[in-house]
């Protein structure tokens, strides 16, 4: 059974930095596409940024040069790490996987399971 948990959220002040970790288990292919989600209040849920099996990896415009992604194999571990934090930035962050779409940020109709999200907070 595919599970996906993500840990590191919190609040810090703006310019401050957080790393996202999304542990992941149960996979049956060994062909993935992890990627992670934010949703603020009141907003659509948007795809930040994504890394496949093939290391390649995407980055949304609006974070760019400030976000990136990564991953320990080894651990079944990826990780948001989020630098620069601007209050625009609060949301619930999720962790999601696809094994279907590949080479980018699928929309999350594209993903097939999801974590449970952790929430991040940044004041002004």
């Known amino acids: 059974q595919v599970q996906l948990v993500e840990s590191g959220g919190g609040s810090v002040q703006a310019g401050g930095s957080l790393r996202l970790s999304c542990a992941a288990s149960?996979?049956?292919?060994?062909?993935?596409?992890m990627a992670w989600f934010r949703q603020a209040p009141g907003k659509e849920r948007e795809g930040v940024a994504a890394?496949?099996?093939?290391?390649?990896?995407s980055i949304a415009d609006d974070v760019k040069g400030r976000f990136t992604i990564s991953t320990d194999k080894a651990k079944n571990t990826v990780y948001l790490q989020m630098n620069t934090l601007k209050p625009e930035d609060s949301a619930m962050y999720y962790c999601?996987?696809?094994?279907?779409?590949?080479?980018?940020?699928?929309?999350?109709?594209?993903?097939?399971?999801w974590g449970k999200g952790t929430l991040v907070t940044i004041s002004s």
């Open positions: 999601a996987v696809s094994f279907r779409t590949f080479g980018g940020i699928p929309f999350d109709y594209g993903m097939d399971y």
């Open positions: 149960g996979f049956t292919s060994s062909r993935y596409n």
């Open positions: 890394i496949d099996t093939d290391d390649y990896t």
